[in-house]
């Protein structure tokens, strides 16, 4: 299990590093190109719009053929696409490379997700999801912090050049994965997981967790550079701390298993509100708010380990197309932060999109209440269902 833990771990380390790093590459892929940053940047809008299209309409294929199946495919999309984008001649070719990049990471994502739950020990299901969700540890920590370094000693096309190498060599270990998370009993679409009771509060508490954190890091290195005054460096160090507050939780996923999800989850989103409202009323101290990431970054990482699993239990047969709906979701939520988070920063600064925060997930807290009158919640990412 522990191959299979650290197969599915790195490959979230590279969907994610290769989601993350056109923004600290963008001033070196400009000028390789001869186009403006603004410009490069639409190849990650093309990387986004192709990650929740699959997510939407490949994902549920996983539920046919099986996840093991449908990850693998990805995986060789994924390594051809970012070999496309180490080699592209000019901006059109990249962001074309960057679509197919998101194709194969919004088929690959919920299939990981669900080959987390199948793969799980009995009562030790929130502990292996959580140890898998460390890859977005690797891929903010590692992935963007490695990939800046290799920029600046070899250029941004080498960069893509080991991603792309990686994600083969994962390929090839991961045929174990092939025959896991194979349902064949019905083929599943968005519209069928649409049917399952459960699913709206579900993609609902998706939004509510994914604009409430969206909100806030999107504006908060803005807040660090130009109300505070720092540098960018110093405005990096917060996604640091956040990610590594976000690696020290799967400390405590075990402790998720013996709650499970029923008693849990009320608590864990009640505390990302306080997070949010810590930070609301430490905005003028840059320390203040590095501690805090930390802490952010530790619930933040249990708040999503027991929406994945509220998500996964609705209905074992349709993983791959419910997590695809999440992927979708989350991804039409970062979509949306840009103009919903922009007018908030811009009326009343970082305190605003805190404060915005801080009310989506005290709604989602007391939302989540009403899960501790469901008789049947088994231990959180079961198969009972939410």
């Known amino acids: 299990m522990l191959a299979s833990i650290l197969i599915l771990l790195s490959a979230i380390?590279?969907?994610?590093?290769?989601?993350?790093?056109?923004?600290?590459?963008?001033?070196?892929?400009s000028t390789d190109?001869?186009?403006?940053?603004?410009?490069?940047?639409?190849?990650?809008?093309?990387?986004?719009?192709?990650?929740?299209?699959?997510?939407?309409?490949?994902?549920?294929?996983g539920d046919r053929f099986g996840a093991g199946r449908l990850l693998r495919v990805a995986l060789v999309f994924l390594t051809i696409g970012l070999a496309a984008s180490a080699l592209a001649p000019n901006l059109l070719a990249l962001i074309a490379a960057q679509a197919l990049c998101g194709l194969a990471g919004g088929a690959a994502l919920p299939s990981i997700y669900t080959l987390a739950v199948t793969i799980a020990p009995k009562g030790r299901e929130a502990q292996t999801m959580g140890a898998v969700l460390t890859g977005w540890t690797v891929s903010l920590v590692l992935?963007?912090?490695?990939?800046?370094?290799?920029?600046?000693?070899?250029?941004?096309?080498?960069?893509?050049?080991?991603?792309?190498?990686?994600?083969?060599?994962?390929?090839?270990?991961?045929?174990?994965?092939?025959?896991?998370g194979t349902t064949g009993n019905q083929a599943t679409s968005?519209?069928?997981?649409?049917?399952?009771?459960?699913?709206?509060?579900g993609i609902l508490a998706t939004v509510m967790l994914m604009l409430a954190f969206y909100i806030t890091y999107f504006f908060i290195g803005a807040h660090v550079t130009v109300a505070l005054g720092l540098s960018t460096t110093k405005a990096g160090l917060i996604p640091l701390f956040y990610g590594i507050g976000f690696g020290l939780?799967?400390?405590?996923?075990?402790?998720?298993?013996?709650?499970g999800l029923a008693r849990a989850?009320?608590?864990?989103?009640?505390?990302?509100?306080?997070?949010?409202?810590?930070?609301?009323?430490?905005?003028?101290?840059?320390?203040?708010?590095?501690?805090?990431?930390?802490?952010?970054?530790?619930?933040?990482?249990?708040g999503l380990n027991l929406l994945v699993a509220r998500l996964t239990a609705l209905d074992p047969a349709q993983r791959g197309a419910i997590m695809g709906l999440y992927s979708t979701a989350?991804?039409?939520?970062?979509?949306?932060?840009?103009?919903?988070?922009?007018?908030?920063?811009?009326?009343?600064?970082?305190?605003?999109?805190?404060?915005?925060s801080a009310l989506l997930c005290l709604i989602e807290a007391i939302e989540s209440l009403s899960l501790r009158r469901v008789t049947s919640m088994a231990p959180a990412a079961s198969d009972a269902p939410v």
């Open 13 to 29: 380390g590279v969907i994610g590093a290769n989601s993350l790093l056109l923004s600290p590459l963008v001033t070196a892929v």
């Open 33 to 61: 190109l001869q186009v403006t940053a603004a410009q490069v940047m639409q190849a990650a809008s093309a990387y986004g719009l192709g990650v929740a299209g699959a997510a939407l309409l490949l994902a549920p294929l």
């Open 143 to 180: 992935g963007v912090s490695a990939g800046a370094w290799i920029t600046d000693l070899l250029g941004w096309r080498a960069v893509y050049i080991a991603l792309s190498l990686g994600t083969a060599l994962l390929w090839l270990l991961s045929s174990g994965l092939r025959q896991l």
């Open 190 to 201: 968005p519209l069928t997981a649409l049917k399952v009771p459960g699913i709206a509060r």
């Open 249 to 259: 939780a799967v400390v405590a996923d075990p402790v998720l298993d013996r709650l």
């Open 265 to 302: 989850k009320a608590p864990v989103f009640l505390i990302i509100s306080i997070v949010y409202v810590c930070m609301a009323t430490a905005t003028g101290s840059f320390h203040a708010l590095l501690m805090i990431a930390v802490i952010w970054g530790v619930f933040q990482h249990l």
């Open 330 to 356: 989350t991804y039409l939520c970062i979509f949306a932060v840009p103009f919903l988070g922009g007018l908030a920063y811009g009326i009343w600064g970082l305190a605003g999109c805190l404060a915005i």
